[in-house]
């Protein structure tokens, strides 16, 4: 059974850093595209960024663009978010999602992800 979590949300102040991690079992996170969204209190949850499958291309939202990167280790078959300059207004629950292994670009559409984990809390201060 396929199983991703997260891990490594925080409460952090205003311009600060934080990495997640998403460590993926019975599913290669170099075989599938993986991607992160993020839903904050009262709205919807929203893509944040994703890496297509082969690893050459990388997508980022406008809002984070420039201050988040995605990557991944394949060895240990995890996939991270490295944060910095954090703002208020990325406060949100983080989650991980991957597309099923016949599909290499990503999507900025949710319904386009087949398992996602249960996500992760950043809480950026000002």
């Known amino acids: 059974q396929v199983h991703v979590q997260e891990s490594g949300g925080d409460l952090v102040q205003a311009g600060g850093s934080l990495r997640l991690s998403c460590q993926a079992s019975?599913?290669?996170?170099?075989?599938?595209?993986m991607a992160w969204f993020r839903q904050a209190p009262g709205k919807k949850r929203e893509p944040v960024s994703c890496i297509t499958k082969s690893g050459s291309d990388t997508e980022y939202s406008d809002a984070v663009k420039g201050r988040f990167t995605i990557s991944r280790d394949n060895t240990n078959n995890t996939l991270y978010l490295q944060m910095n300059s954090l703002k208020p207004e990325d406060t949100a629950t983080y989650y991980c999602a991957a597309r099923v292994w016949q599909h290499g670009a990503c999507s900025s559409s949710e319904i386009d992800y087949n398992w996602w984990g249960q996500g992760t809390q950043v809480t950026v201060s000002s």
């Open positions: 019975m599913l290669l996170v170099d075989s599938h595209v």
